[in-house]
């Protein structure tokens, strides 16, 4: 996003939230510019745009708009056909009956965000193996625990500015080498 499009976001923002920037300086002005820009510098200027006026159209709250509110927002937005942690369960669940033998094969079958809840293939094989009851039960409740805390880091991650996400991905990349 440039520069032009933070400040006319911003112009929207206090057209619609003008005791938010009463009596802000220009050097506030400028601050407050600076920093919608680093946080939505990769960012799609109308996806942004779009993710502001949803709020505005929606929020009951006299305050303006802060930038995670917008991120939240932009997340929801672009996830809005995410599996819930009812439904993943439903497709664990039917892995878990061919998980016995065809486990590596129904772990594949099973989307990204569902795989990493569930954490590797054998997962499947030893759910297989238990008393039906239980994993309906227990390992169920379990695993929508797990997939809604993955999911929760998985959005906290995507709502990072890129530059953030690159510096924790080296991060986390070096820290494996150490391991190694």
């Known amino acids: 996003m440039t520069r032009d499009d933070v400040i006319m976001i ?13 009596g802000m300086t220009r050097r506030d002005g400028e601050a407050l510019v600076n920093l919608w820009q680093r946080q939505f510098a990769d960012e799609d ?7 502001v006026d949803a709020l505005i159209a929606t ?10 509110e917008v991120k939240e927002k932009l997340h ?3 996830t809005v056909n995410e599996l819930n942690e009812s439904d993943a369960w439903a497709l664990v669940s039917k892995a878990c009956s061919n998980g016995l033998y065809g486990y590596r ?49 998985t959005k906290e991650m995507a709502m990072l ?20």
Do not use: C
């Open 59 to 68: 929020r009951t709250a006299g305050y303006s708009i802060t930038p995670g």
């Open 105 to 153: 094969e129904e772990f594949a079958k099973l989307p990204p965000e569902v795989q990493r809840a569930v954490g590797a293939p054998e997962q499947l094989r030893e759910w297989a193996m238990m008393d039906s009851d239980t994993v309906q039960s227990v390992v169920a409740s379990n695993f929508m625990r797990n997939y809604r805390a993955t999911q929760q880091r």
């Open 76 to 78: 929801t937005l672009r």
């Open 45 to 51: 200027p109308n996806a942004v745009q779009a993710a």
């Open 10 to 22: 911003l112009a929207t923002l206090k057209a619609a939230y003008p005791h938010a920037y009463k």
């Open 161 to 180: 500015p890129q530059t953030v996400q690159q510096m924790l991905s080296g991060v986390a990349d070096s820290m494996k080498m150490l391991n190694e």
